[in-house]
């Protein structure tokens, strides 16, 4: 759909000026007045509040209702251009999306923020405090879950067809606190005011659970399956509207909420027994309650597997209801419909449309086979072997006994097949099997997803190539033509436009906006670099968003920061393969050289850290508590703190990763090679300038290619190099008897040095990486070292800083997800994208 900012053709309205119009009649102009009016309508009609007497939340969920009504006619508009080009439609399946703020994301995608500031100016408020009122839907744990909704945002820009299914989770990701260094959860309750964003649709679906399996002849005299669930619950569609950016196109995102399909048995309630007659109801809301954070073990392991199943069967009930609705045969649900797979999440939802097509549609196994295996598309996010979904065989059967029937019966076919092509192999057929006997026997989720797709990728060059080496090799073999490559990427709408507007005007000035739909276009930018006064105005916008940071920080924790001095950054998920405690190491290393006058001239760094522990992983929290505890050395030392400050921030999201990109000079990506499948902060990081210190891994390799290696700093094992030295035995000690730096800071830590005398506290953690460092921290300590300085003494010289930081911006357009979401289309999707 064409750009156009104004108001859609309506039976009242066609389009034309409408003259005499009383002002406020019309709820989506586009005016500053038009705005205003229908806020103040919102405000008393929909809030119920006189606007004296508005509170800023009040004014919040007003504005987020006038700026709805704007999305909602371009969200009719766009269905119905679906419904007469009889479009293909991509369903989008993820366990998690982590949206971020609505409110300045869809301004800025209709194009209407000036227009709001003076309209809430007008009315005597203030945009940004309304804007900062609104509640984040954490609904997700990191990079898999912002990844889908950057994906959202291209996929609206392009004008490409989605439905992007999910959980509508009642608890978001835990909000983070500080308590004397540790992380302490509570619970997220980001839908106790109510969401405007959302919209109920007046519909449910049932889904089965548990129950028995029955063979039955039907009246053609054939041989049928059937499920009989023992329990059923229902599924609540929530819509969010998605509108691309300056285009008309507005997609759905649909999340599922869980209800008992008979809230309350009244029959039980009479009897006496109250407590049971609200039991089923609890029960059955209890699986769209929480998210899962990604490391919890035994405990929830059945919910989790219920979750995955209730929102995937939800989402492809609801693609067939829709698909039998245009009167389509469901032979051709695979021409309509392209379903993709965020992980294994969803990959249940291989043997629900089976069951759906030949259970409840009387379709024969080929034909349903055929239907499956050319829908669905799959995505892997992570090598690490614990995060490979597998589920033991009991708790699966319990739960869905006709799915376990129906994988077992794919499991036979497809291993009869390869049997054929791989004759007398019993070996590689126990690897490839669907079914797990190593130990307990298991559901392989991975395995079920690569079986049941046309296609699998992975998301990052090196990820993808290790994929068809390692993991998924024997599958890579046999099918390789299934197996492609799409590198992340990510909205540059949300993470530089409205995180950096002073950047983004810098950029607008000299170059233009075309770059704003096509991210390849800050090449032009390039020539700047050598632009003595440009890069002098560059430096400023930073320091400007670095001086936004530190007051940020001051007001939060009351510490001051130097907005003059080198910000180096890292924020993501605690994890021991992204090695925050590298970098902990080296702060102390660091701390260690100034105490002992080792170190005198080094330029002045703020180290900042910010990133959720998993509430069960005791390492991870450990090492939230060392930073936090290198932090109270170093900020309170004067000998040190004017050379080096050291912050964590707590509460990592979305809004608060839109402060510290734009602040960044340093980006580290510091995962042991071979471990982080792409990475996404990234490439937020370089397109806001920051210069990224760095391991071959994930994205990094990808981004060193574009930027160009002068412009990247480089450490660290390689992924084969890691490999080698594992086979000839990796020994951490030898690494830490050979480096006086790493001798000091592990001693200090181990003596209590640095936690008041306390010498059990870090225990755990220098144990662990003497004894076994599965992550090789300190085999890669000593090049750490040297790359940091190296960094260090390029950004005390602005004249190489500058043109560092800019080239970055410049080289950046590759990782916009827009180019992503092209791929995808063009290669998996087979969907058409829109004209830019
Ligand atoms: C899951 C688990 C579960 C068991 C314990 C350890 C652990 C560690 C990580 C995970 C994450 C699984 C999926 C995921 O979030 N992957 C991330 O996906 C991003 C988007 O593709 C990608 O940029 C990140 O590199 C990748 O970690």
New binding site residues.
């Given amino acids: 759909m064409p750009e156009q900012k104004h108001r859609a053709p309506t039976a009242q309205n066609d389009g034309q000026p409408r003259g005499d119009a009383p002002a406020g009649d019309d709820r989506t102009g586009t005016t500053a007045e038009e705005i205003a009016a229908s806020f103040h309508g919102h405000l008393t009609r929909t809030v119920g509040r006189p606007l004296e007497r508005s509170s800023v939340i009040d004014q919040y969920h007003a504005l987020s209702f006038t700026v709805r009504d704007s999305l909602m006619d371009q969200w009719l508009e766009t269905i119905e251009t679906y419904r007469q080009e009889d479009v293909r439609v991509l369903g989008y399946l993820s366990a998690e999306y982590l949206l971020g703020p609505h409110l300045p994301n869809d301004l800025l995608n209709l194009d209407l923020t000036p227009e709001t500031e003076q309209a809430m100016k007008s009315v005597g408020f203030d945009l940004e405090s309304i804007a900062a009122e609104e509640p984040e839907p954490g609904l997700g ?4 879950g912002r ?1 889908a909704a950057c994906f959202l945002d291209s996929l609206s820009t392009l004008d490409v067809p989605v439905i992007g299914y999910g959980l509508r989770y009642e608890f978001g990701i835990f909000r983070q606190e500080i308590v004397d260094g540790w992380q302490v959860e509570t619970s997220d309750k980001w839908l106790q005011f109510g969401n405007p964003w959302e919209i109920q649709a007046s519909m449910s679906l049932v889904v089965g659970l548990f129950g028995h399996t029955e063979t039955y002849t039907d009246d053609q005299g054939a041989v049928r399956h059937r499920w009989v669930p023992g329990y059923k619950v229902k599924g609540i569609p929530f819509d969010t509207p998605i509108p691309g950016y300056k285009t008309r196109t507005v997609n759905r995102l649909r999340l599922w909420k869980s209800e008992a399909v008979d809230s309350f048995d009244l029959g039980v309630f009479n009897s006496g027994d109250y407590a049971g007659a609200v039991r089923s109801k609890m029960e059955s809301e209890t699986i769209s309650k929480v998210l899962y954070p ?2 919890e073990k035994v405990e929830g392991k059945r919910l989790r597997l219920t979750q995955q199943f209730f929102f995937t069967s939800c989402s492809l009930q609801d693609m067939v209801r829709i698909h039998l609705s245009l009167g389509k045969p469901l032979e051709e649900f695979d021409r309509k419909w392209t379903v993709q797979l965020n ?1 294994t999440h969803p990959s249940i939802g291989i043997a629900e449309l089976m069951r759906l097509l030949m259970d409840e549609h009387e379709m024969g196994w080929d034909d349903a086979w055929r239907v499956t295996q050319t829908s669905f598309g799959y995505t892997n ?2 090598l ?1 072997p ?2 490979l979904e597998r589920w033991p065989l009991d708790l699966f059967g319990n739960l869905l006994p006709r799915h376990l029937e129906i994988i077992f019966e794919i499991n036979q076919r497809f291993l009869d097949d390869m049997r054929r092509r791989y004759p007398n192999d019993d070996a590689r057929m126990r690897r490839m099997s669907i079914i797990g006997e190593d130990g307990e026997r298991t559901v392989q989720m991975a395995h079920l997803a690569v079986v049941g797709s046309k296609a699998v990728n992975g ?1 990052a060059e090196l990820h993808t190539q290790l994929l068809e080496e390692t993991t998924l090799s024997d599958y890579y073999e046999a099918f390789p033509e299934r197996f492609s490559n799409k590198t ?1 990427g990510v909205t540059p709408r949300r993470w530089l436009m409205l995180s950096n507007p002073e950047l983004t005007g810098l950029i607008n000035e000299a170059i233009g906006t075309d770059w704003h739909k096509d991210l390849y276009g800050l090449k032009l930018l390039e020539p700047y670099a050598r632009d003595t006064e440009f890069l002098n105005r560059w430096r400023k916008t930073q320091e400007g968003s670095k001086g936004r940071l530190a007051a940020y920080i001051k007001e939060m924790m009351s510490i001051d920061v130097d907005p003059t001095s080198m910000f180096d950054v890292q924020v993501k998920r605690l ?1 021991e393969y992204k090695r925050q405690h590298l970098n902990a190491l080296h702060i102390l290393s660091l701390y260690c050289q100034i105490k002992s006058g080792a170190v005198k001239d080094l330029t002045p760094r703020t180290f900042l850290f910010g990133g959720k522990a998993a509430p069960s992983y005791t390492m991870a929290k450990l090492i939230i508590k060392l930073i936090c505890q290198i932090g109270a050395l170093v900020n309170s030392d004067p000998q040190v703190n004017h050379l080096l400050k050291v912050i964590f921030l707590p509460n990592y999201s979305v809004s608060l990763g839109q402060r510290i990109y734009p602040a960044a000079d340093l980006s580290e990506q510091i995962s042991t090679a071979g471990f ?5 902060g990234c490439m937020k990081f370089m397109m806001n300038g920051a210069v990224t210190l760095g391991t071959l891994d ?1 994205a990094n390799i990808e981004i060193r290619k574009e930027v160009g290696e002068e412009n990247f700093f480089l450490f660290g094992l390689t992924a084969p190099e890691i490999s080698d030295l594992r086979h000839a035995g990796y020994n951490p000690r030898g690494y830490y008897e050979k480096s006086p730096l790493l001798r000091e800071a592990l001693d200090g830590l181990r003596d209590g040095r640095f936690s008041n005398g306390d010498r059990g506290l870090f225990a755990p953690l220098v144990n662990d990486l003497l004894n076994s460092d599965r992550y090789l921290v300190l085999a890669d300590f000593d090049a750490y070292v040297a790359a940091q300085l190296e960094a260090g003494k390029a950004y005390s010289d602005p004249s190489r800083w500058g043109p560092m930081s800019l080239l970055n911006t410049a080289r950046s357009g590759k990782f916009s997800s827009d180019r992503t979401i092209r791929q995808y289309c063009e290669d998996i999707w087979e969907l058409p994208v829109g004209k830019r």
């Fill in positions: 744990n990191g990079g898999l990844l990604p490391d992980d996010h992570t690490l614990e995060a998301v992340n994890h982080e499948a792409s990475g996404t994930g």
